[in-house]
């Protein structure tokens, strides 16, 4: 792998400093090509982000849920209970 890296960067560093003066012309319609390449390549990579970072959210929410979570899933049920004892006593 390092050997890989050492020959990627001398051989940049060879295009760099020996190359030639070009004299070359890009249009405008490549210019607009690019762009809406790059935002392609963006909107994609947020999107698979959004999309893969979903499941584990939810599978980190399911393993270390709060204290405060629990604290208020207990009075939502300890209100129902007390309705539903309000409710039979009614009757």
Not at 3 to 24: D, E, Q, R
Not at 31 to 54: D, H, M, R
Not at 60 to 83: C, L, M, N, P, Q
Request: aromatic letters at 14%.
């Amino acid at each position: 792998m390092r050997f890989a890296i050492t020959t990627v960067i001398v051989f940049l560093i060879i295009f760099l400093v020996a190359g030639k003066l070009v004299w070359a012309y890009i249009d405008p319609g490549t210019g607009s090509v690019i762009f809406g390449a790059v935002g392609y390549v963006i909107a994609a990579g947020v999107t698979f982000f959004l999309f893969a970072i979903k499941p584990f959210k939810i599978l980190y929410r399911k393993i270390f849920k709060s204290g405060e979570a629990k604290v208020i899933e207990e009075s939502k049920k300890d209100t129902k209970t007390k309705g539903e004892a309000e409710e039979t006593e009614n009757i």
